[in-house]
């Protein structure tokens, strides 16, 4: 049987092996009984993308491998039905998504033909305000793509 996996990330055709990631969730058992905390309707709105940059470690320090700056077009509208639509670079894109309990874990599965990815790849949100969203994203290089939204 293939193994397929999926990722909102390739809406950055030119990054697309920076985020591919085709890592299975631990938490994909746990998705349906989940339940979203008080970051959820800080979460559910459109997003413009302010940057995208990727650094060696976690803590954001080190050298940065690539950086990103949003040219005001660039966004991620996350919606009450459970979907994120996304445009970046000219390109549209739609996945599902499911933010854990925790408020801090994001779960995104992509789509392919219409289908829902069985596996998710998985954001950490480590920032988010009424006007603030930051998360971040390991690699399958092992970097941390650190994602910034403003509204």
């Known amino acids: 049987m293939k193994k397929h996996c999926f990722s909102l990330y390739f809406l950055l055709p030119f990054f697309f092996i920076l985020f591919y990631s085709c890592s299975k969730s631990n938490d994909v058992a746990a998705i349906d009984d989940a339940e979203s905390g008080p970051s959820l309707?800080?979460?559910?709105?459109?997003?413009?993308?302010?940057?995208?940059?990727?650094?060696?470690?976690?803590?954001?320090?080190?050298?940065?491998?690539?950086?990103?700056?949003?040219?005001?077009?660039?966004?991620?509208?996350?919606?009450?039905?459970?979907?994120?639509?996304?445009?970046?670079?000219?390109?549209?894109?739609?996945?599902?998504?499911?933010?854990?309990?925790?408020?801090?874990?994001?779960?995104?599965?992509?789509?392919?033909?219409g289908m829902k990815a069985p596996f998710a790849d998985t954001a950490i949100v480590i920032k988010i305000t009424s006007d603030s969203l930051v998360w971040y994203h390991r690699n399958v290089a092992g970097d941390y793509a650190k994602f910034t939204f403003a509204k």
């Open 41 to 113: 309707h800080l979460l559910q709105s459109k997003w413009l993308l302010t940057s995208l940059k990727a650094y060696p470690s976690r803590n954001f320090s080190g050298m940065e491998s690539i950086g990103v700056i949003g040219n005001g077009t660039d966004y991620y509208d996350i919606n009450a039905d459970g979907k994120i639509y996304a445009y970046a670079l000219g390109v549209r894109d739609t996945a599902a998504y499911k933010l854990l309990k925790n408020d801090s874990t994001l779960l995104v599965y992509g789509y392919d033909h």
